[in-house]
């Protein structure tokens, strides 16, 4: 490890000779465990050097947002559908002028001038230019120089330290294990989290090939999933009538794309409502359908959430589609959630990009317009078929991102992502090595992001059994064809007082026969998926033929439409949108309200992973959606 450790003894004396500052010990603040790929050490930079350092505060009651987000969201709150504004959030988790203060008086104990510290207009930055010698007496720390494979230096730090009063305030300082840096040339190894929507990265649907005929038949959903299945095994015969009040967004990353000539073969053949529509398009960072590269790799998963999405929704209700990306550099979720939260965009700060991609585009030739910056107004339901596994990212990155799922939901938005494909294993049938590197022979379970965030509403996969009928009772289980339905307990992420109660009933009953360094078997962690759909054998046009896909993929934004057809019959009836809905669903009243799935199980990692069973499982979650039910529970609610 490079970043050594100052003696804390010496850095202690050095303190107190300038002021009478405030002593606290000082502790690891962020640290990686290793250098981004394609990059390497070169030299310790010049101790004269000067650094641009940026300090970003901690936004104020940020430890409370999940007691505001229950406070809207918890049906036996007062306040429940009491949804706050975009102003309300911002103005509530600002930083506060204490942490402004608190961290000036340290700058200033340790020597450097009130003047040269600058508050940004935002009050979110304290920005001050320092010698590396000061940074690194500052922090504890030591800056490199690394170079990256294209010739290109970066300046960076392996790991820094806070003084435990001032770590209470900062979220992270800037530059430090960031590597940053605008590379002008492409990088050839693209990390996998970077390129969310790249074929292969991430969560993507599966294939079982064409098939030439069309299917109608309710008789043959074990075989053949079609709109008219769906609509059978969940009750849903709805017509939307709050059209133009309702909202619902699909959140696509490029290169993934969806094509219109698919959209209207599907339309003809099991949608007709949808002949001659398309989704409003809502570009975000040069986001476009590109139609250059084409197969099932850049079209299925886009084809597939559109067709699905805008026909169960029926053609009278508008979709959007988010089109997040360029061709050059895709994009992230941090991209996506930027261009929806202008707050998140500027003020907090802190994409990494090493993860997320920047615009202009610093590569050339991709979209060299601005960043998109809470240019976009979010839905009132969003779904995203794609997901990280936990590891790829760090416990910071997530935390931050997650808070930020839960704004969303203090503003009344549902959003719902897919639980991963691949069991108790991660993206790629990946798994866990104990220090925290992932295999493909890793025997630890490795959990997905965002699904793990509390803040979220994590969609697993269910099937129809085999030569069961949609019209019998339970006639689906745990996806085990093709893919089976991404699920576990989170490493990063405490249990939410929400699903307390379900979880604890499933780890006593059922409790999985794991050795605790294979899962997290804390009991104290969260559990996920929430709900799951069905994901299996769903006819899909792709590129002109109609194939059989499989995925949680397809579970996200089946549940996102049946979801917005809920929020139509409340805003028809002059309620408000049903927002964050975890609380809701995993509380008593709501009983009944999903279709409890007890077979099948979610194998990876070289076991059998997690059964199906009777309640909340790590395999289905609650069940799937039962329409009637969920729409009568949610009309009772004010
Ligand atoms: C749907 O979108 C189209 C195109 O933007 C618009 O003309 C129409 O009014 C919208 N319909 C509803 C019900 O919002
Ligand atoms: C299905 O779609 C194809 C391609 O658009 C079309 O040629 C065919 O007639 C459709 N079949 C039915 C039964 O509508
Ligand atoms: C489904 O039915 C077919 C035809 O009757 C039979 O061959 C097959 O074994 C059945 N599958 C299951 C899992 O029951
Ligand atoms: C288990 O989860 C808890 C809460 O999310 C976390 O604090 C703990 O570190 C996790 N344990 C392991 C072994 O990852
Ligand atoms: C799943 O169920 C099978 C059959 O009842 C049982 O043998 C197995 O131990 C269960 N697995 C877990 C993880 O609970």
Same mark, same amino acid.
């Given at each position: ?87 309300? +959030? ?22 450097? @001038? ?82 969310? $929507? ?243 022979? $890793? ?29 019998? @009772? ?11 339905? $991404? ?30 360094? +294979? ?61 964050? +809905? ?53 009309? @009772?609610?004010?």
């Amino acid at each position: 490890m490079r970043c050594s450790l100052t003696a804390l003894v010496a850095l202690s004396l050095a303190v107190v000779s300038l002021a009478e500052p405030t002593l606290s010990p000082y502790n690891v603040h962020e640290k990686r465990s290793a250098i981004p790929i394609g990059w390497s050490h070169t030299r310790r930079h010049e101790s004269a050097a000067t650094l641009p350092l940026r300090i970003a505060l901690k936004q104020s009651n940020i430890e409370s947002i999940d007691e505001y987000l229950y406070d809207v969201s918890h049906p036996e709150s007062a306040n429940y559908g009491k949804h706050w504004t975009a102003g309300e +959030i911002s103005r509530k988790f600002s930083p506060s002028e204490e942490s402004i203060s608190t961290v000036r008086d340290w700058l200033v104990e340790n020597g450097l @001038a009130s003047e040269r510290i600058r508050v940004s207009s935002t009050k979110g930055w304290i920005n001050v230019d320092v010698t590396v010698e000061e940074a690194e007496r500052l922090m504890n720390t030591e800056y490199n120089v690394y170079t990256h494979v294209s010739g290109q230096e970066h300046v960076a730090c392996e790991a820094y330290h806070l003084p435990e009063h001032i770590s209470t305030h900062v979220d992270f300082v800037l530059p430090s294990i960031n590597f940053d840096a605008k590379l002008k040339g492409r990088s050839s190894q693209l990390e996998p989290a970077r390129a969310i $929507g790249q074929p292969g990265v991430g969560i993507t649907p599966k294939t079982a090939g064409t098939i030439s005929q069309i299917v109608t038949e309710l008789e043959q959903c074990d075989e053949y999933i079609t709109p008219v299945c769906l609509r059978a095994l969940y009750g849903l015969a709805y017509e939307p009538v709050a059209t133009e009040k309702n909202s619902f967004g699909i959140v696509e990353y490029t290169p993934q794309a969806y094509l219109q000539s698919d959209l209207q073969m599907f339309a003809m053949n099991y949608s007709t409502d949808l002949l001659g529509l398309e989704p409003i398009m809502v570009s975000i960072d040069g986001g476009y359908a590109q139609t250059e590269y084409q197969g099932f790799e850049y079209n299925g998963e886009s084809d597939l959430d559109l067709q699905y999405g805008m026909s169960l929704v029926t053609g009278k209700q508008n979709v959007t589609l988010y089109q997040t990306g360029d061709m050059v550099e895709g994009a992230s979720f941090n991209n996506f959630l930027d261009a929806i939260d202008g707050s998140y965009c500027t003020f907090e700060g802190g994409d990494d990009y090493t993860q997320d991609a920047q615009y202009p585009d610093p590569y050339g030739g991709g979209y060299e317009g601005p960043e998109d910056c809470g240019t976009v107004t979010p839905a009132y339901v969003i779904s995203t078929s794609y997901g990280y596994n936990e590891a790829d990212l760090t416990p910071f990155y997530t935390a931050r991102q997650c808070a930020e799922y839960a704004k969303l939901g203090l503003m009344g938005v549902t959003v719902l992502y897919s639980s991963g494909d691949d069991g108790v294993a991660g993206n790629g049938n990946y798994c866990l090595n104990p220090d925290g590197t992932q295999s493909s022979t $890793g025997m630890i379970f490795n959990p997905s992001f965002p699904g793990t965030c509390p803040y979220v509403t994590s969609v697993g996969a269910t099937m129809v059994k085999p030569n069961a009928t949609v019209t019998q @009772a339970q006639p689906e289980m745990a996806c085990m064809e093709v893919i089976y339905s $991404g699920g576990g307990f989170s490493n990063y992420f405490a249990m939410p007082s929400y699903q307390k109660t379900a979880v604890d009933y499933y780890l006593q009953n059922y409790p999985p026969n794991y050795p605790p360094n +294979i899962w997290n078997s804390t009991g104290m962690s969260r559990a996920f998926p929430d709900i799951s759909a069905n994901g299996a054998n769903y006819v899909v046009a792709v590129d002109g033929q109609f194939e059989l896909v499989y995925g949680t993929s397809c579970s996200s934004p089946v549940s996102g439409a049946i979801f917005t057809m809920i929020n139509d019959a409340r805003l028809a009836a002059g309620k408000g949108p049903i927002g964050f +809905i975890n609380p809701t669903i995993y509380s008593a009243g709501f009983a009944g309200a999903f279709n409890d799935i007890t077979e099948g199980s979610n194998p990876g990692c070289g076991t059998e992973g997690y059964n199906a069973t009777a309640g909340w499982d790590p395999v289905t979650g609650l069940g799937t959606p039962n329409f009637p039910k969920l729409l009568e529970y949610w009309l @009772a609610l004010p």
